[in-house]
């Protein structure tokens, strides 16, 4: 079995990846190494993005979040934002002392805090906007045709990850006994 070579680009990055060999494992091995290294520029290049939109990728997110879903829960943010306890209480820190967001405490269980919002709603919605029209601006390069291939290739894949994510084993069948 041949393997796909790589080099290293700027920034430690995965520079241009040969073409992989005939063989379906060659393939496999090319396309995960490429995609690793797309995702790692993609998070550099998008938090790029939503600073000059006006904040981090993950502040945007929980901004957007409590503006569309109302008061949340921290351990609810912490889940949808996909970051630890302890980071959303990072993000809020820096949120409230900008005076962007609140906590208050949960009407009917004391033990519960919520994160509310105190901005201006517009400003949040310009925010998240600026972010998202630049990401979009990204697919501009593809055709019409390669936009609707490549969404319906991430969807695919997305789909297959939270299916294996829900399956405690990995979306495999377990072995008969």
């Known amino acids: 079995m041949s393997t796909a070579s790589s080099e290293t680009g700027p920034q430690g990055g995965m520079g241009r990846i040969a ?5 379906s494992d060659s393939a496999v091995a090319a396309l995960a190494v490429r995609t690793a290294a797309f ?44 970051v630890t306890p ?15 967001v609140r906590r208050v405490p949960h009407s009917t269980d004391r033990r519960v805090t919520l994160v509310e919002l105190t901005c201006d709603r517009e400003r949040v919605v310009a ?32 789909d297959r990850m939270r299916s294996e994510a829900s399956c405690p084993t990995g979306g495999r069948a377990l072995p008969h006994a």
């Not at 979009?136 to 290739?153: C, I, K, P, S, V």
Request: aromatic share 6%; hydrophobic share 50%; proline share 2%.
């Open 39 to 82: 995702v790692d520029a993609f998070e550099h290049w998008a938090n790029r993005k939503a600073v000059q939109a006006g904040a981090s990728v993950q502040r945007l997110r929980l901004l957007h979040a409590v503006h569309c879903l109302g008061p949340q829960k921290m351990a609810d943010l912490a889940d949808q934002l996909t």
């Open 86 to 100: 302890r980071n959303v209480t990072a993000l809020v820190d820096g949120l409230e002392a900008e005076g962007l």
């Open 19 to 23: 073409a992989p060999a005939a063989d």
């Open 127 to 158: 925010q998240f906007e600026a972010y998202q029209a630049s990401i979009a601006g990204l697919f501009d390069a593809l055709t019409a045709e390669e936009q609707r291939t490549l969404l319906r290739m991430l969807t695919t894949l997305h």
